[in-house]
């Protein structure tokens, strides 16, 4: 049987709103986690920016891996943060690189101001099932990695995403929590375990239980060592 989603460290705010304490809100309704930060990271900035500009171009992304739980709190950093978007075609990769220039992106692997180095950027790594790397206003670290689209559980994550708004003005739209929390226990290393029992944790009662065990299952990977947190 599922978890029930909102246990006793939720406290009710109204109808379709829970406290989880004086920083995180989730609006099970709406599927929106309002979060107050009293300062912004590196990776937020950068996060922000970029989803800024998917969101104007109107490209469907999430964000996964290990900026999820930086978001939320847990004290690391990390060199990259990873988007995940729907297929699109070069053009459409093109206008999306204008637009980042703009806002002061450039990429990592081309010239971002030439269209001819910009479409084979797309050829050679994009169309390819590589990443492609973003950086912000010449902050190297954390850069941006986008990929598209390839796999069961990116289909997954796109269409199940999560928004979550951050003092009531920046917004990211990231994996949901069941399946997050599972990849990071397959890829296995002590950083992503720590990971996912931050996040398993952090929103154990809003978690839906069989959900996560599908996704263990799926991703053949072993849930078990969250039942000892």
């Known amino acids: 049987m599922a978890r029930e989603l909102f246990g006793d460290r939720g406290r009710e705010v109204d109808g379709s709103r829970v406290a989880l304490d004086g920083a995180i809100v989730f609006d099970r309704a709406e ?12 990776e937020d900035v950068a996060a922000f920016a970029f989803a800024g500009v998917l969101e104007e171009r109107r490209v469907r992304y999430v964000v996964v891996a290990g900026y999820t739980a930086i978001l939320f709190g847990r004290g690391r950093r990390s060199d990259d943060i ?21 806002v002061g992106f450039t990429l990592m692997q081309g010239d971002i101001e030439v269209e001819e ?27 941006v990695e986008v990929k598209l689209t390839r796999t069961e ?44 029992v931050f996040l398993y944790m952090l929103f154990r009662d809003f978690i839906d239980s069989e959900e996560l065990e599908k996704w263990c299952m799926k991703l053949e990977t072993n849930c078990k060592v969250l039942e000892e947190v």
């Open 117 to 143: 180095s910009v479409r084979e950027v797309y050829r050679s790594y994009l169309a390819e099932g590589y990443g492609v790397r973003f950086m912000y206003r010449d902050m190297a670290l954390p850069n």
């Open 82 to 102: 990873d988007f995940i978007i729907e297929e699109i075609d070069e053009d459409v990769f093109v206008e999306l690189c204008r637009r980042a220039r703009g």
């Open 31 to 42: 599927r929106v986690i309002h979060l107050t930060r009293q300062a912004l990271l590196p």
């Open 153 to 196: 559980a990116h289909r997954y994550a796109l269409d199940h995403s999560m928004a979550v708004v951050v003092n009531n003005r920046f917004a990211v739209r990231i994996s949901p929590l069941e399946l997050q929390i599972a990849y990071k226990l397959f890829l296995g290393t002590e950083k992503d375990v720590g990971d996912a």
